[in-house]
C-alpha cells in the first residue's frame, strides 16, 4: 500500500477540486491510501457526495487554511491546526505515509519541507525541480526553479546530484547530461557568481556535466538536468511559460482572423491543436517535486483541474514506489563533495 | 541625410547579406547613405554585382576580420584594420554618421561601444534593449539582455530612464510603465541585490515604476518597459526565444502528423501560421540597440537575411532621426539620481 497526504484545502479549486481528484486517484491505483487534511465536515460531505471510498480514505480535522501570500513561517507558526501544517505533521510522524501533495503557496510547501519534515542527510538546500518537455519529444528537469533566490556552489552541486537521481527514477536514461545555465556556452561567461559554479561542479565526481547551456538549450535536447540558482530558475521558467501563453494566443487570434477560419478550417486544425495542447500538458500540469527533504513533497499548480489534481497524486506514488528519497538518501550517504575554497 | 556605417564584415551571411541589405536599404530609404566598412575589392565587386548607386555608398578598406568567439578587448587591439575596428573609428570621428549596425558579436559592439565610441556624459553602463511583442498586439522594451552581467542599483536606474526614452521614440505612449523583472510580485521578493533594486527604483523620480514582474509578464501588457540586470535579462530573452522555437516546431510536427493534415488542412492553416510567423518576424529580427552610447549602436542577428539587415539598418535611421540619443543624453544631463548608501 502506498499512503499519501494531501492538503485538502490547498489552490485556488480546493477543497472541491481536491477531493475529486483524490478520489479519481484512489480509482485509478488500486494500493492507494489518501490521508486528507481539512475541515471534517466539509471533507467528509464533498467526499460522500463524489461517491469516495471510505476504506480508502482517511480524513483529519484541520479547521485553519494557511493564507497564500502572507509570510509561511509566519503563518506556520499562528496555524498549527491549518490543513498545510497538519498534513506536515502526519508526513513526519507516520512512517507509512510516502509524501505530500499540496496546490497551496510553494513558500509554505518549502517551509514545511525544512522546519517540519526536515532535510536528508547531507542536503545543503532543498530545491523545486519541475519538468519541462523538449523539441526531441524527451523531457528535461530544471532545478532549482525557485526555492533558493541565492545561492553557494555546493548548493549547486547537491541540486545537480539530486536532480540526476530524480531524471534517473522517472526515465530509463542512466547517466543524465547537467547543464548549468548560464549567458553563454564558454567556460568564462556569466557573473562572477555562476563561474564559480562553472569552476565547483567540473570537480564533482559522478555527474555528468557537460558545461554551460543557454535560455534557449533548456527545451533543446542539449542536456537532460539544468541547474541554476532558484534566482535564475524562476525567470527561466516563468519567461518560458509566458512565451508559450503568447504563442497560443496569437495562435488563437490568427486562426480566428484568417479567411480560411472563416469558412471552416478551424475544425480542420482542432485535431493538431489539441495535440499539442495535450502533450504539452503532460509536463505543465505535473507537480514540481521538492528534492532533498525526507519525504516525497510535491507541488501542484494552484489552478490544478481535479484531472490535473490527480495525476499529481499519481506522480507522487510513483516516485515513492521508485524510493527517489531513500536514492538521493544514499547517494549523499557515500558522495564526497569537493572542498570549497 | 542620414549616414550610417555598416560593418560589411560581421555576421554569419557576411559580407553578401550584408550588401544586399544595405542595397535594399538605400532604395527604400531616399536621404540614406551608407559607409561600408570590409575588404575593398571584395565589396567593390558586391555592390556593383547587386547594382548600387555609387552616390549612395562610402566604401573603406579593413582587410581584418573580428573573430566572434575571441576576447573583443583583445581583437580590438590586435586588428585596428578590422571592418569593425574601422566602423568604429568612423563612427566617432565623422560627426555626421549617425550610428552603426553590425552583425558582429554583442561582446565586440559593446567593447566598441564603451572603449572607441564612448559612454553618454551619466550614463554609467551601456545596455542592450531588445524588444518582445505582448499578447496584446503592442510591445515592450526589456533592458538589459546582456551587457552587463552584474549590475549596481544606479545602474538599473539608469536601464530604466534609458528604455522610457527608447520606448516614447519608438510609440506613441508619454509615460512607459516600467517593471522590475522578478521571481515574485511582492515588493519583498527576490534576492538581496533585487529587493536592493526595487528599494532604489522607488526613490527614482520621473520614471513611472509599477514594481516587480515576473518572468510570465513580460509579454502580458503588464508594464513596457522591463528592466534587470544582463544575466536575468539574457536567461528571460534565450528562454523564452527557445520556448518560441519550441512551440514552432511542436505545432509543425502534430500538423504533419494530424490525420486532417494528411488530407490537405495544412493549406487552410498557412495563412494563419504564415501572418503569426511575420508578426513574430517583427520583432525577433528588429535589431537589439544598445543604450547609453554617444551614437546609435544597433546590434543585428548574425544570422539576419539580406531583408532583416535591411529593417535594421531603416531601425537604425528611424531612431537617429527621432534623435534618440540626444534625448537621453539631456535626461542625463538634468537628472538628479538619489544617493545610494
Not at 547531507?122 to 519541462?132: D, E, L, M
Not at 507522487?316 to 569537493?338: D, M, N, Q, R, V
Amino acid at each position: 500500500m502506498i499512503k499519501i497526504v494531501v492538503d485538502g484545502f490547498g489552490g485556488d479549486g480546493s477543497p472541491d477540486i481536491v477531493v475529486k481528484g483524490a478520489i479519481k486517484a484512489t480509482k485509478e491505483l488500486s494500493d492507494l491510501h489518501i490521508v486528507i487534511t481539512g475541515k471534517e465536515d466539509v471533507l467528509l460531505n464533498l467526499l460522500k457526495e463524489n461517491g469516495y471510498d471510505p476504506n480508502r480514505f482517511t480524513i483529519v480535522d484541520a479547521p485553519e487554511v494557511v493564507e497564500v501570500n502572507a509570510p509561511p513561517t509566519v503563518e506556520f507558526k499562528k496555524k498549527p491546526d491549518s490543513s498545510m501544517v497538519r498534513a506536515f505533521d502526519i508526513l513526519r510522524k507516520e512512517e507509512d505515509v510516502a509524501g505530500l501533495v499540496s496546490a497551496g503557496s510553494s513558500g509554505a510547501v518549502l517551509t514545511g519541507g525544512i522546519f517540519k519534515l526536515g532535510r536528508i542527510s547531507g542536503v545543503s538546500r532543498p530545491a523545486f525541480a519541475p519538468i519541462f518537455p523538449t523539441m526531441g519529444g524527451k523531457m528535461v528537469v530544471l532545478c532549482d526553479s525557485g526555492a533558493n533566490a541565492e545561492c553557494k556552489p555546493i548548493n549547486i552541486a547537491h541540486f545537480a546530484v539530486m536532480a540526476s537521481q530524480y531524471f534517473k527514477a522517472i526515465s530509463k536514461e542512466e547517466n543524465p547530461r547537467v547543464g548549468l545555465l548560464n549567458i553563454g556556452a564558454e567556460e568564462e561567461k556569466g557573473n562572477t557568481q555562476y563561474k564559480e559554479f562553472h569552476e565547483y561542479l567540473k570537480k564533482v565526481k559522478d555527474i555528468n556535466f557537460i558545461g554551460n547551456i543557454e535560455g534557449f538549450d533548456i527545451m533543446a535536447d542539449k542536456c537532460e538536468v539544468v541547474v541554476c540558482d532558484g534566482f535564475a530558475g524562476n525567470i527561466a521558467l516563468k519567461s518560458a511559460e509566458g512565451a508559450i501563453k503568447f504563442m497560443n494566443t496569437m495562435l488563437k487570434k490568427e486562426i480566428k482572423a484568417s479567411f480560411w477560419a472563416k469558412i471552416g478550417a478551424v475544425t480542420f486544425m482542432k485535431g493538431a491543436l489539441t495535440s499539442l495542447k495535450k502533450n504539452l500538458k503532460k509536463y505543465v500540469d505535473k507537480g514540481a517535486v521538492l528534492l532533498g527533504c525526507k519525504k516525497l513533497l510535491v507541488k501542484a499548480h494552484g489552478n490544478s483541474n481535479e484531472n490535473v489534481f490527480c495525476d499529481v497524486i499519481l506522480q507522487t506514488a510513483e516516485l515513492a514506489s521508485a524510493g527517489l528519497c531513500e536514492k538521493i538518501a544514499k547517494e549523499f550517504e557515500t558522495y564526497e563533495f569537493p572542498e570549497t575554497e
